[in-house]
């Protein structure tokens, strides 16, 4: 049996993809919120990252689910994932949702103290997406477009011819995944994109899609699109009182030592920037 470690939050829809994926193949994993040091310091708090049998860490969502067993992912239909993926920058519309979302997705480890360590370390992820969402929209990025529907019209011809009720066939593929990796993105902090695919009219075979994968992943604890889509489902559960104090405690230690964690942040995202 494979040990397998993963590094992510599952508001990241690559890091969903990873997880459904290991949920669909019924694979054990422990998951952390907070990096690795040999993967921090090798790539900050960029995810997912995960470990198979104590390998190196590695990155890219495709890749992860390649080692899983999936298919590999053409560059073609990656490019129109990440397509559906546009809207994201409307996480920090509301910055007190943004970090109130975050503060109750919590470290799934089951020692309370460790638990504790991870949530209060874990606000630096959040802190640097803040950061780094908030600099690309002042940089002219993220402009909203005329109808947030449009970035699903491809995918929507794409469903409307199906052998099966999978892009993958009988069973989901890599592409499937992460095209839902992204739905539970625009639903874990609601952003326009969502009332696009909830309400337009083009969007038939796409929610008749997403009502698919939800009825087979019904059972899995991540999934934030079943408060929006039918068959609904109870939101993911909250991180308790506890939880949530030892991230808001991280918060307010990441925002105080701010220059010390700014330049970090920048440094990383540069960092970054390159090894893309």
């Not at 995918?155 to 739905?183: C, H, M, T």
Request: glycine share 6%; proline share 7%.
């Amino acid at each position: 049996m494979l040990d397998i470690k993963l590094y992510g939050v599952d508001h990241s829809p690559w890091v969903q993809a990873v997880m459904l994926g290991l949920h669909d193949k019924n694979i054990e994993y422990t998951r952390s919120t907070v990096a690795a040091p040999e993967a921090f310091i090798k790539w900050g708090v960029m995810m997912p990252a995960a470990s198979f049998d104590g390998e190196p860490w590695q990155l890219e969502s495709k890749d992860i689910l390649h080692r899983l067993g999936y298919d590999a992912v053409s560059d073609e239909d990656m490019k129109q994932v990440r397509l559906a993926w546009q809207g994201v920058l409307h996480r920090v519309d509301v910055w007190p949702r943004f970090w109130g979302e975050f503060s109750v997705a919590s470290d799934p480890d089951q020692n309370p103290l460790a638990r504790f360590l991870k949530n209060f370390f874990r606000s630096f992820a959040t802190f640097y997406f803040f950061l780094l969402m908030n600099f690309a929209r002042l940089m002219g990025q993220g402009v909203r477009p005329e109808n947030f529907g449009d970035q699903y019209l491809d995918w929507e011809e794409r469903f409307s011819k199906l052998s099966g009720p999978y892009l993958g066939g009988d069973e989901p593929n890599a592409v499937d995944l992460l095209l839902f990796g992204v739905i539970q993105c625009h639903s874990s902090i609601p952003v326009p994109p969502l009332t696009a695919l909830q309400t337009d009219p083009r969007l038939i075979e796409t929610r008749q899609w997403i009502g698919r994968m939800q009825s087979r992943f019904s059972d899995y604890s991540s999934l934030y699109s079943g408060v929006y889509f039918k068959p609904h489902s109870p939101a993911p559960r909250l991180g308790s009182g506890i939880d949530q104090l030892a991230f808001w405690l991280g918060a307010i230690f990441m925002v105080s030592l701010f220059w010390i964690t700014v330049p970090l942040a920048a440094i990383l995202a540069a960092r970054n920037q390159r090894l893309r």
